[in-house]
């Protein structure tokens, strides 16, 4: 079984978990409720885990171009900085190869159906968890599972026969 060690967030996820059985189940009997109860919570941990890995993936790769100080609403595809964070200028190679991994990713990007590309934009450049991302595009979670799950595995592939180096 999985542990979330941040109360917060173990909060949050058992709050979903209710939230779901109450939305899809409250017409079933009272009976039944811990055992769909416990199968919920046990599937928005594993989405919240997975969540966790595709974020911190795609974070790890942009925090190579983010600024050393963090600024309020920072966007990786506006600033180059070099491999150390330095607040020095990238050198002139180093800078060439970042815009052109961000050149890649932004056409890789572009690549994506739109309801890929909005799936992924939001839930991880905008960071919504699945309810909210579901709710802005219309559609189930399901679908933004989906939706997300091919964006991740295209861009990684798009990327790969660019040569952009993901690890």
């Given at each position: ?160 026969e660019k040569g952009v180096n993901l690890t």
């Amino acid at each position: 079984m999985f542990a979330v060690r941040d109360e917060a967030q173990a909060l949050d996820i058992v709050q979903d978990a209710m939230l779901k059985l109450a939305e899809h189940y409250g017409d079933k009997p009272a009976a039944e409720f811990p055992m769909l109860f416990h199968r919920i919570l046990q599937n928005t941990i594993r989405d919240h885990f997975r969540r966790q890995k595709v974020r911190s993936f795609w974070f790890t790769l942009f925090s190579s171009y983010s600024p050393q100080q963090a600024e309020e609403e920072f966007d990786p595809l506006d600033v180059l900085q070099d491999r150390e964070n330095a607040s020095q200028p990238a050198l002139p190679d180093e800078a060439l190869q970042q815009t052109q991994a961000l050149t890649a990713i932004e056409g890789a990007l572009q690549q994506l159906p739109p309801r890929q590309r909005e799936a992924f934009l939001l839930r991880y450049m905008h960071d919504m968890s699945q309810t909210e991302t579901a709710a802005a595009m219309g559609c189930s979670e399901g679908s933004v599972k989906t939706h997300c799950s091919r964006a991740t595995h295209a861009l990684a592939l798009m990327l790969k026969e660019k040569g952009v180096n993901l690890t």
